[in-house]
């Protein structure tokens, strides 16, 4: 009999298959996003920063860290690589010091454009013979789901 299927109540899929999928989908998308944005220069984690500075032009260190919920300690390192890179610049604020605005580069907005391109085609290659019909149940279903995660992530806290 097919794995996909609960020896206790046949012809119903069980929902270890149906976990199993979603587990799947997400570590192969994730590999193979990882594996196209690798053609940008820029490693995964500096990544996710750069569109997060491309989006919040001027933020402070902390001001990212708080926006991406990780510690400031984590940005600064990613944010010495990326400024190493070119890819961002930092501009001490005049009242204090202290304080960074963070900036993205010209070669920062081509990474930024470059990820995004790549962004949209892997998507529509990933929903590529779906219909419209499909894409909407999809979506309600993926959106039920996230529901009980969250429900279930407030039970834990």
């Known amino acids: 009999m097919d794995n996909n299927y609960d020896n206790n109540c046949p012809n119903k899929i069980c929902n270890k298959a149906i976990i199993h999928q979603l587990i799947y989908f997400a570590i192969k ?33 902390n001001d990212i860290a708080c926006s991406m919920n990780i510690s400031p300690a984590t940005v600064a390192v990613s ?6 890179g070119g890819y961002i610049n930092r501009a001490i604020v005049e009242e204090d010091n202290r304080i960074n605005k963070i900036n993205i580069t010209e070669k920062g907005k081509k990474v930024v454009e470059q990820s995004k391109q790549i ?29 009980n995660l969250d429900r279930m992530e407030k039970e834990i806290k």
Do not use: C, W
């Open 29 to 61: 998308h994730r590999k193979i996003m990882q594996s196209y944005l690798n053609e940008t220069g820029v490693y995964q984690a500096q990544h996710r920063l750069l569109m997060e500075i491309s989006h919040n032009p001027n933020a402070s260190q």
């Open 119 to 147: 962004f949209e085609s892997a998507d529509r290659k990933v929903l590529e013979g779906f219909t419209e019909e499909e894409k909407q149940t999809l979506f309600i279903l993926l959106k039920k789901l996230n529901s």
């Open 79 to 84: 944010l010495k690589k990326l400024e190493k």
